[in-house]
């Protein structure tokens, strides 16, 4: 059986930055132990399989995986996917604005994918609004985990949170650009963390670490990711867990009501700059939608053979 695929660089708009993403097409047939060694042959952060949906209403269904096992939802794999299937729609050059619906997991996905000039940009609705699971455990842990000093964590109302929305992360505020720029996984006491933070029914295998700031006069956030257990040593852009930061931002700056827009940086001091747009509507002091936008720029095509 040969399969066509795509890879894609998401969340930015050159070649070589941003997350890259494997799309694989008419995967209908595939069983998920297919699905996984096809992952793991490509050895990126996600891969997306693409087959028939099951409302007709839709676009595609999709299933995602990491190296590591299947995600329920994830970023930059549904920004990818769309912006590709609305490209592949469309002809070459034209400008269009239009909606790719997405069957994930986690629920039904809405992206809108728009294209004026040469660089497409989608927005997808993150298919659950987040939650707040726990708080984070003690700092000297989390900061030995991290290579950091336990007065490094946390900032102006911002501490350590476990938030859930499809996926679980944990969310690490730092005080300083130098101190994320010198964050790394650091064992034993990495996995006596993820330990801990097991205690919960979600799976926990990522830390997400921000700061405020970053390089572009509109970056409200700069940050990293770390999911060394899901063979993710470190990812340039987390669209899932960008979703997610929405709850602690509602209750760290506790945001009024209205609609409110961050620019967050990641993957920059891995040589894979990525710019995210979160997007967070809040009604009677609670978050109503969430969305994260960005762009995307394919890379190569071929046919992969099972």
């Known amino acids: ?20 993403l494997a799309v694989v097409h008419d995967a209908d047939h595939l069983t998920t132990e297919q699905m996984q060694t096809i992952t793991r042959e490509f050895n990126l952060s996600e891969t997306i399989f693409v087959m028939k949906p099951a409302d007709p209403n839709n676009t595609a269904k999709v299933r995602i995986f990491f190296p590591g096992g299947e995600m329920p939802f994830a970023g930059h794999p549904t920004l990818g996917c769309a912006i590709l299937l609305a490209e592949m ?29 040469d660089v497409p940009h989608g927005m997808f609705k993150a298919p659950v609004v987040p939650v707040k699971v726990d708080d984070g455990p003690d700092k000297a842990a989390i900061a030995a985990a991290l290579g950091l ?12 949170i476990l ?4 996926p679980t992360f ?17 064992e034993p006491a990495w996995s006596a963390l993820m330990g801990i933070l097991g205690k919960h029914e979600a799976y926990v295998d990522a830390a997400y670490v921000y ?37 602690q931002l509602l209750i760290a ?13 990641q993957g920059y001091e891995m040589k894979r700059p990525s710019d995210l747009v979160l997007e967070a509507d809040v009604a009677k002091g609670d978050l109503t939608e969430v969305r994260v936008g960005g762009q995307a720029v394919r890379v190569s095509a071929g046919v992969i053979t099972v």
């Open 1 to 20: 059986m040969e399969l066509k695929f795509n890879t894609l660089d998401v969340f930015t708009n050159k070649r070589f930055g941003g997350n890259p």
């Open 89 to 117: 729609k469309n002809k070459p050059g034209c400008s269009f604005e239009t909606e790719i619906r997405l069957e994930e997991v986690a629920g039904l996905v809405p992206v809108k994918v728009t294209r004026i000039g």
């Open 149 to 160: 000093s336990a007065d490094e964590i946390g900032f102006a109302g911002h501490a350590p």
């Open 163 to 166: 938030l859930q929305g499809g």
């Open 170 to 186: 944990f969310f690490v505020p730092v005080v300083s650009r130098s101190v994320l720029e010198k964050s790394r996984v650091c």
């Open 211 to 247: 700061t405020r700031g970053g390089d572009g006069k509109d970056a409200s956030f700069r940050s990293r990711m770390y999911a060394p257990g899901g063979g993710i040593p470190e990812d340039p852009a987390t669209g899932s867990a960008t979703a997610l930061l929405a709850r």
């Open 253 to 265: 700056d506790k945001l009024k009501d209205g609609k409110h827009r961050f620019v967050i940086e």
